[in-house]
């Protein structure tokens, strides 16, 4: 079973703050990396793709990747009130005709004011 | 405003009774997918269709069936629903198979 693993959190910071939001993963084909932002009761709401090594920045959001480590990260930089909420990596699976994204089960963030 | 539209918002469902939850979009999406979401199990794929006319098993896919008869629709239908099947229902869509997917509100389903 290709897993995806996030710790659970919560992750508390203070407002102002850069927020680092981790991801693992075991399948080493894997190509895109994404992370959802999900507020309590809501949908997810995609914030960053990243499907190549280093770093990808879109505005106050960093995505990190390191594929030799299996490792995916957020950046939030100047953290704010508004930004707490659950934050999901999800990972492409790749195989023949299957194009199944893989989530993980999310880290929640709270950032206090 | 283009985007997903689920329905219903919620629904309370006495086992053994057949539902459909519906999903339209507006984008003319080529792929679609289906999600549960359950505490501690993150989203989890039931089906997908990377385009119309076509449909695949995702994660979870036992006890749903779905079809995709046009571009923007792409309803799940529980034959007889059990209690295992309370759970928060997202649909969901992307350009093509490999792009980025858009999620939907949301069904919250409670079976009893």
């Known amino acids: 079973q290709k897993e995806v693993e996030q710790n659970s959190g919560p992750l508390s910071v203070p407002e102002g703050a850069i927020a680092s939001l981790n991801c693992t993963y075991s399948?080493?084909?894997?190509?895109?990396f994404f992370w959802y932002r999900q507020y309590s009761g809501k949908s997810p709401e995609l914030i960053m793709f990243?499907?190549?090594?280093g770093d990808k920045e879109d505005g106050r959001f960093t995505a990190q990747l390191n594929k030799a480590s299996q490792y995916v990260s957020l950046l939030i930089r100047d953290s704010q009130p508004s930004d707490s909420a659950t934050y999901l990596c999800a990972v492409k699976e790749y195989g023949g005709a299957t194009n199944k994204l893989i989530f993980g089960t999310g880290t929640l963030l709270a950032v206090q004011p | 405003i283009a985007g997903i539209t689920q329905a219903p918002t919620s629904q309370i469902l006495a086992a053994g009774r057949r539902m459909t939850l519906r999903c339209t979009q507006d984008m003319r999406h080529n792929a679609m997918y289906w999600y549960r979401q359950d505490l501690g199990l993150g989203l989890r794929l039931i089906h997908y269709?990377?385009?119309?006319?076509?449909?695949g098993k995702g994660e979870v896919p036992d006890g749903y069936s779905v079809s995709r008869a046009n571009t923007d629709d792409f309803p799940l239908t529980l034959a007889s629903a059990v209690p295992s099947q309370t759970s928060v229902y997202f649909c969901a869509s992307s350009v093509a198979w490999d792009q980025p997917q858009h999620f939907g509100d949301g069904t919250r389903l409670s079976i009893l």
């Open positions: 990243i499907y190549s090594n």
């Open positions: 269709s990377n385009t119309a006319g076509t449909t």
């Open positions: 399948d080493r084909g894997s190509q895109s």
